[in-house]
């Protein structure tokens, strides 16, 4: 299996199959829009503009597992990230990230690119994981790690590196 193996449920409530972005460099966050990380929104949707045009693509999972920073409804969410940050890509149902409940997609995210000293579990909201354009995972960034701090990994993926 591939991160890109997996049908999702976008904010409007419609299946979303990821095997459309094989041969594209993906950008997977848990997000919430009440966090101390939720300005990263501004960040990944400047990713997102600077190199969606070279197969490049960022997708927003809303997450309330993290002190509950996340608990607006679909429109509620998708309304806040545009109004507040521009967002224009791709945002999902609001899913859990951790424990029985986990989305499969992260289950296999985390089994792929476990964290530090090996551990699986996402530890905070903004959590990214970077996919090869073949849907192998490339890389697992903390919560602070900031999206500007990614582009050369961008870059390296674009270029075959």
């Known amino acids: 299996m591939s991160?890109?193996?997996?049908?999702?449920?976008?904010?409007?409530g419609q299946a979303v199959d990821l095997k459309q972005y094989l041969g594209k460099v993906v950008l997977?966050?848990?997000t919430a829009s009440k966090c101390g990380f939720t300005p990263q929104y501004k960040g990944l949707e400047a990713v997102y503009q600077q190199f969606k045009d070279k197969g490049v693509v960022?997708?927003?999972?809303?997450?309330?597992?993290f002190g509950h920073q996340e608990p607006g409804t679909a429109?509620?969410?998708?309304?806040?990230c545009e109004k507040n940050y521009g967002v224009t890509?791709?945002?999902?149902?609001?899913?859990?990230?951790?424990?029985?409940n986990a989305h499969p997609l992260f289950q296999h995210l985390k089994s792929e690119a476990p964290g530090l000293l090996g551990i699986q579990a996402i530890k905070w909201n903004f959590t990214k994981f970077?996919?090869?354009?073949?849907?192998?995972v490339f890389k697992r960034?903390?919560?602070q790690i900031a999206p500007a701090d990614i582009i050369q990994d961008v870059e390296n993926l674009i270029a075959g590196k």
């Open 3 to 12: 991160a890109l193996d997996y049908i999702v449920t976008n904010l409007q």
């Open 28 to 30: 997977i966050v848990n």
């Open 58 to 65: 960022v997708l927003g999972f809303p997450c309330n597992q």
């Open 75 to 80: 429109d509620e969410i998708g309304s806040f």
């Open 89 to 100: 890509f791709p945002l999902f149902e609001k899913i859990d990230v951790n424990g029985k």
């Open 130 to 136: 970077l996919i090869k354009q073949d849907g192998s």
């Open 141 to 143: 960034y903390a919560p």
